[in-house]
């Protein structure tokens, strides 16, 4: 069975400072892997994935991910924060050859000024 | 195109009553999912159809909850009778089947059920 660990509740970081959000996961083959964000209110919008390929993938808004398959990892990062991108963070793993999508429980970002 | 459009974007009911929510996924798109969002279990996938099929309505609660997709521009979820441990913020999502497309999120209908 698929599934996605986010372990940390919440992240603070002190804006224009570099921010990582942490992510592993489990399926039993391949993964396709994804990040998103919701803001508050708001639906769950896409901001990156990993199919296959450059293990580094860039998204949108200046985020990133690596996704490193021995450590069955894909953190999110930026190199510098911005206020506005206090948020509520997705990581969520697809099994190649499978429909559903597994989300991990999420993590809060709060970038304070 | 206008994304996934869901209505109501809130919905407030007495205890008992049915509950129908609504949902038009992206053009093309021949998957459909419904989640549910509650601060104590997190995102939780309800049921996904495939070219208006049921594919997978494991996560279905319980029988108050049923989802239809009649055609491929239109899905619903009802939960009759509906209870106070019922309220969260449903979500419906669209996707392609084939390849490696993530889904599409509408803004989601918070149900308050007193």
């Known amino acids: 069975a698929q599934s996605v660990a986010q372990p940390e509740d919440q992240v603070n970081v002190a804006e224009g400072n570099p921010l990582t959000v942490k992510c592993t996961y489990s399926v039993s083959g391949n993964p396709y892997l994804f990040w998103y964000v919701q803001y508050p209110n708001r639906g769950l919008q896409f901001l990156l994935k990993y199919i296959t390929g450059d293990n580094l993938v860039k998204g949108s808004y200046g985020f990133e991910a690596e996704f490193n398959k021995s450590q069955t990892s894909f953190h999110l990062k930026k190199p510098s924060a911005l206020v506005s991108d206090s948020a509520l963070y997705f990581c969520a793993v697809r099994e190649v050859g499978f429909q559903k999508l597994v989300f991990g429980t999420g993590t809060r970002l709060l970038v304070s000024p | 195109d206008a994304g996934v459009i869901q209505s109501p974007r809130h919905e407030v009911t007495e205890m008992g009553q049915e509950v129908t929510l609504r949902c038009k996924p992206i053009s093309g798109h021949d998957s459909l999912f419904w989640y549910r969002q509650t601060m104590m279990r997190g995102l939780e996938l309800l049921i996904y159809f495939n070219n208006n099929v049921p594919i997978d309505d494991s996560g279905m609660p319980e029988d108050r909850f049923s989802a239809k997709m009649p055609n491929a521009s239109f899905s619903t979820l009802k939960i009759q009778p509906s209870e106070p441990r019922d309220s969260a913020v449903y979500f419906c999502?669209?996707?392609?089947?084939?390849?490696?497309?993530?889904?599409?999120f509408g803004s989601g209908t918070r149900l308050t059920v007193v």
């Open positions: 999502a669209s996707s392609l089947r084939q390849g490696a497309s993530g889904y599409t």
